[in-house]
């Protein structure tokens, strides 16, 4: 993934609009608007880059002309790695959500800005030169995705026009270092019910996990005693089941007795009585 030397950068703009799932998702809407702005300035062709499983949502943002009238998509898949490296390594920069992507576009130094949401905030922040971050902080942040809403408050916050602005910030600078842009735009009203709704959840979730492991272990322990009980019982049917073969022996042996039949045996002698 080494980027290969060569002239300038071809004058497209690489985006990275999908992540993982959609609680860690920037809208597209935004995203679009944020490509369209920084396009038009840069004189850039968008070029959308994400996995064959985002396929469908994505040829859909495009007919609807979220990102312009004619953006190039570029689909991949794991085995495709090296050709869409080579493809983001010469773009003129990037924009996206955080992803392995945005990453990539940041080892070969591409100017661009990327968009944080609060799973793991500042763990993936920008790290290289000329790569901007931009984060809206509310209360909640550090959940691991495990969001206490249905929407990411977090990245929904985050309006196109800061996005453009750390892109111009981190196309511009010369200073060697990463960049972040953090913005406030939520007021105390909504920050309190984030930081609430957030106590309560991570509460809900912390019983949650206490109820399993005590779950757990109460399987663990009935599946032991489980083992137990059926050894047990596998020795006690050894025990019964020569228990009646010998009152089987001892009964034909009173039945021949009765019967007069019965002949004691003889002892064996031993050698030296011999």
Same mark, same amino acid.
């Given at each position: 993934?080494?980027?290969?030397?060569?002239?300038?950068?071809?004058?497209?703009?690489?985006?990275?609009?999908?992540?993982?799932?959609? =609680?860690?998702?920037?809208?597209?809407?935004? $995203?679009?608007?944020?490509?369209?702005?920084?396009?038009?300035?840069?004189?850039?062709?968008?070029?959308?880059?994400?996995?064959? %499983?985002?396929?469908?949502?994505?040829?859909?943002?495009?007919?609807?002309?979220?990102?312009?009238?004619?953006?190039?998509?570029?689909?991949?898949?794991?085995?495709?790695?090296?050709?869409?490296?080579? &493809?983001?390594? #010469?773009?003129?920069?990037? /924009?996206?959500?955080?992803?392995?992507?945005?990453?990539?576009?940041?080892?070969?130094?591409? @100017? #661009?800005?990327?968009?944080?949401?609060?799973?793991?905030? @500042?763990?993936?922040? @920008?790290?290289?030169?000329?790569?901007? #971050?931009?984060?809206? @902080?509310?209360?909640?942040?550090?959940?691991?995705?495990?969001?206490?809403?249905?929407?990411?408050?977090?990245?929904?916050?985050?309006?196109?026009?800061?996005?453009?602005?750390?892109?111009?910030?981190?196309?511009?600078?010369?200073?060697?270092?990463?960049?972040? &842009?953090?913005?406030?735009?939520?007021?105390?009203?909504?920050?309190?019910?984030?930081?609430?709704?957030?106590?309560?959840?991570?509460?809900?979730?912390?019983?949650?996990?206490?109820?399993?492991?005590? =779950?757990?272990?109460?399987?663990? $322990?009935?599946?032991?005693?489980?083992?137990? =009980?059926?050894?047990?019982?596998? %020795?006690?049917?050894?025990?019964?089941?020569? /228990?009646?073969?010998?009152?089987?022996?001892?009964?034909?042996?009173?039945?021949?007795?009765?019967?007069?039949?019965? &002949?004691?045996?003889?002892?064996?002698?031993?050698?030296?009585?011999?």
């Amino acid at each position: 993934l080494r980027r290969e030397p060569g002239g300038p950068p071809s004058a497209e703009l690489a985006v990275f609009p999908l992540a993982s799932s959609r =609680i860690n998702r920037w809208p597209l809407a935004a $995203m679009g608007e944020a490509a369209l702005r920084i396009a038009a300035a840069h004189q850039l062709e968008i070029v959308l880059v994400s996995g064959e %499983k985002d396929r469908p949502e994505l040829e859909a943002a495009v007919a609807d002309g979220t990102f312009g009238p004619r953006p190039r998509v570029v689909i991949g898949t794991p085995e495709d790695v090296p050709a869409v490296g080579a &493809r983001i390594a #010469g773009a003129a920069g990037y /924009l996206g959500i955080e992803t392995g992507l945005v990453h990539l576009a940041a080892a070969y130094g591409i @100017p #661009g800005a990327t968009v944080y949401g609060g799973g793991y905030w @500042p763990v993936y922040g @920008p790290w290289a030169a000329r790569s901007a #971050g931009v984060v809206a @902080p509310i209360p909640c942040f550090g959940c691991e995705w495990d969001c206490a809403f249905d929407r990411p408050f977090c990245l929904e916050g985050v309006d196109a026009g800061s996005v453009v602005a750390a892109f111009e910030d981190a196309f511009a600078d010369e200073s060697g270092e990463p960049l972040v &842009r953090t913005i406030d735009p939520y007021g105390a009203r909504e920050r309190t019910i984030f930081g609430t709704a957030a106590a309560v959840h991570r509460a809900a979730q912390q019983d949650r996990s206490a109820r399993l492991t005590a =779950i757990t272990r109460l399987r663990d $322990m009935l599946a032991r005693y489980t083992r137990r =009980i059926r050894a047990r019982n596998r %020795k006690a049917d050894a025990v019964l089941a020569a /228990l009646a073969a010998t009152t089987a022996r001892t009964a034909r042996r009173l039945d021949a007795a009765r019967a007069g039949d019965f &002949r004691p045996q003889t002892a064996r002698r031993l050698p030296d009585e011999q």
